[in-house]
C-alpha cells in the first residue's frame, strides 16, 4: 500500500512570491494534516482538513491557507513568503475525525531565499 | 496552555546499553499519545499509539508506556540502526497532535 506522498521534494522561492505544495493521502484516509517543522525547532501544526473541510487551525497567519480535493488530496498555499518560512513542510493523513494514527509523508524541503 | 516536554534532548548511549526516553505533557482534552522516529531530513515514522494509562506496547527493542502524566520510551540492548530522533506527540483536540521537541539519540558500536 503507497504511504503519503508529496511534491515537490524542494522548491526554492524568493521573499514575496507564493509557493504551493501538494499532498496525496494514504488510499482510503479521509483527513490530511499540514505541519511545520523548521530548523531546530519542533513539528508546528498548521492546519486539519477533514471531507474537503478546514477543521482547525495552529497559530499561523493567513497567507497560510490550503484545501482539500474531492479525492482528499490537499495543498497547502503559502503567500508573500518570508525568510522564516523556510522550514520541512510535512503532510500527514488518518481515517477521519476519530482519534487515530495519522501517517506522515516525507516532506517538502521549502527554502525562502 | 498544551505542553509536551522530552528529555533528555539527546542521548548518547553505547550498543547493548539499555535506556529510557521520557514524555511530560499538559494537554486538555487528551485523546492519545503517540511515538514517532524521525530520521534527518524525513518525515516521522510512526511507532506506537497509547491510549490509557498502564497501556504498554512494544517493537523489537523498543515498549512504551503512559501513565496519567507521563510517557517512556524504553530501548532495550540499542544497535547503531536505532540512532533517530523520537518525538513524543499527544493526541489533543481537534486532532491536533502536539510535539515535543524530541530526543536524539545516538548509538555507537
Known amino acids: 500500500e503507497a504511504g503519503v506522498t508529496q511534491s515537490p521534494t524542494h522548491l526554492i522561492k524568493t521573499r514575496g512570491q507564493q509557493a504551493t505544495l501538494r499532498c496525496s493521502p494514504i488510499?482510503?484516509?479521509?483527513?490530511v494534516y499540514w505541519y511545520q517543522q523548521a530548523l531546530g525547532l519542533g513539528l508546528q501544526f498548521l492546519l486539519w482538513?477533514?471531507?474537503?473541510?478546514?477543521?482547525n487551525r495552529g497559530n499561523f497567519p493567513p497567507r497560510f491557507s490550503g484545501r482539500q480535493f474531492p479525492n482528499y488530496s490537499s495543498e497547502l498555499n503559502v503567500n508573500a513568503l518570508e525568510l522564516e518560512d523556510s522550514a520541512l513542510y510535512l503532510c500527514a493523513s488518518s481515517w477521519g475525525d476519530r482519534p487515530d494514527t495519522q501517517y506522515f509523508g516525507p516532506g517538502t524541503r521549502l527554502t525562502v531565499l | 496552555e498544551d505542553q509536551v516536554t522530552q528529555s533528555p534532548e539527546a542521548l548518547r548511549l553505547q550498543e547493548g546499553e539499555s535506556s529510557s526516553l521520557n514524555c511530560s505533557y499538559t494537554v486538555s482534552g487528551l485523546r492519545g499519545l503517540f511515538w514517532y522516529r524521525q530520521d534527518p531530513g524525513k518525515g516521522p515514522e510512526f511507532l506506537f499509539t497509547l491510549y490509557s494509562a498502564g497501556e504498554e506496547k512494544e517493537k523489537e527493542r523498543l515498549k512504551a508506556t503512559l501513565t496519567k502524566k507521563e510517557s517512556f520510551l524504553h530501548i532495550t540492548a540499542p544497535k547503531p540502526e536505532d540512532s533517530a530522533t523520537y518525538l513524543c506527540a499527544p493526541l489533543g483536540g481537534y486532532n491536533k497532535l502536539i510535539f515535543g521537541a524530541g530526543t536524539r539519540l545516538a548509538v555507537h558500536p
Open positions: 482538513y477533514d471531507e474537503g473541510e478546514e477543521r
Open positions: 488510499s482510503g484516509h479521509t483527513s
